[in-house]
């Protein structure tokens, strides 16, 4: 088992830049695909992107594609989602998963697949 706990989120305005961290418990962290997600109030959590176990595959939807990247640090148990020209639509609470996986190099989309969930960090861009 994993916890994670997710930093960095605050207030920017549009066109800034955040750069969010997921600190995760234990000595496995190198086991767990990672995923990053968000959701707007009232609205359903959607994930902005996922990485490997390795971190040699990572994927984005369209929406974010170009603008976000994810990296890990398996040796500081650490997984960042770098968040450049933000707009005021990628305003939400930033919420980080994992998921244990036997592949090194694959990504986990489905949000089911994902059974541990940190508490979020809130993200909000001013126009």
């Known amino acids: 088992q994993v916890q994670v706990v997710e930093s960095g989120g605050g207030l920017v305005q549009a066109g800034g830049s955040l750069r969010l961290s997921c600190a995760a418990s234990g000595r496995t962290f190198s086991r767990y695909a990672m995923g990053w997600f968000r959701q707007p109030p009232g609205t359903e959590r959607d994930l902005v992107a996922a990485?490997?176990?390795?971190?040699?595959?990572?994927y984005y939807p369209s929406s974010v594609k170009g603008r976000f990247t994810i990296s890990r640090d398996n040796a500081k148990n650490t997984v960042y989602l770098q968040m450049n020209s933000l707009k005021p639509e990628d305003t939400a609470v930033y919420y980080c998963?994992?998921?244990?996986?036997?592949?090194?190099?694959?990504?986990?989309?489905?949000?089911?697949?994902?059974?541990?969930w940190g508490q979020g960090t809130q993200v909000t861009v001013s126009s």
């Open positions: 998963a994992a998921a244990n996986t036997d592949s090194i190099s694959y990504t986990v989309k489905n949000h089911d697949e994902y059974p541990y």
């Open positions: 990485i490997s176990r390795s971190g040699t595959s990572t």
